[in-house]
């Protein structure tokens, strides 16, 4: 009888030996298919069946990681007020800093060494995050239509800045300090809470 092959936790495997080579400080320059098919025990042809090349793979860790942190987040942005809303997000970036560290290691590793080689991994980043920024920038404004925060505070500047204080803390947490979620969580609140209105 032919053996079944579950060809999602083929790739999801796939995945996580790539994401385990980079973030064990692997040079990307020497991870290839023919070493991940190696530690994946697969073929090299039958990991083709999958991925074209290791680029393919890294464009597709990092499709999957953003597309299911955003879809949480805009579920969240759905449920409660925007403050709320706003308040909750941070929160949950910030916890998965701490539940995503591999990854988050892993993708710093893969824009850093990519640059380095010519490669741009951190403008497929950059266009993945763009999502975020126009979520909490209709956070913002709806905080604004709302009174909570004053109508002449600037929405593009407030989710920037959310987005940088957000990158900062996860980039803390998952090289220094992997218990500080909660200060994370109060600097970037602090920074929200300095735009409300005194009602």
């Known amino acids: 009888m032919p053996k079944i ?4 936790k083929r790739k ?9 080579m980079l973030s ?3 040079s990307l ?4 298919v023919v070493r991940i098919a190696k530690k994946c025990n697969l073929s090299r042809p039958t990991l083709y069946q999958y ?3 290791k680029e393919e793979i890294y464009k597709f860790v990092i499709k999957n990681i953003t ?3 955003f879809a949480r987040y805009s579920k969240m942005a759905e449920d409660h007020k925007p403050i709320e809303s706003l308040e909750n997000i941070v929160d949950a970036v910030i916890n998965d800093a701490s539940s995503y560290k591999v990854e ?3 993708l710093l590793s893969l824009v850093i060494q990519s640059k380095n080689e010519g490669r741009e991994f951190s403008k497929n980043l950059a266009l993945r995050t763009r999502k975020f920024i126009i979520l909490m920038k209709r956070l913002v404004n709806h905080a604004k ?3 909570s925060f004053g109508p002449d505070c600037s929405s593009d500047k407030i989710a920037n800045d959310v987005l940088y204080l957000l990158e900062s803390a996860c980039f803390n947490i998952a090289f220094f300090n992997p218990e500080d979620n909660e200060q994370a969580k109060k600097m970037v609140k602090d920074y929200i809470d300095s735009y409300k209105t005194s009602r």
């Open 24 to 26: 064990e400080n692997e």
């Open 29 to 32: 320059a020497n991870i290839n």
């Open 104 to 106: 988050i290691l892993a």
């Open 145 to 147: 239509q709302e009174g």
């Open 5 to 8: 092959v579950d060809h999602e």
């Open 51 to 53: 991925f074209h090349d």
């Open 12 to 20: 999801e495997d796939i995945v996580k030996v790539a994401m385990e």
């Open 67 to 69: 597309n299911t942190m």
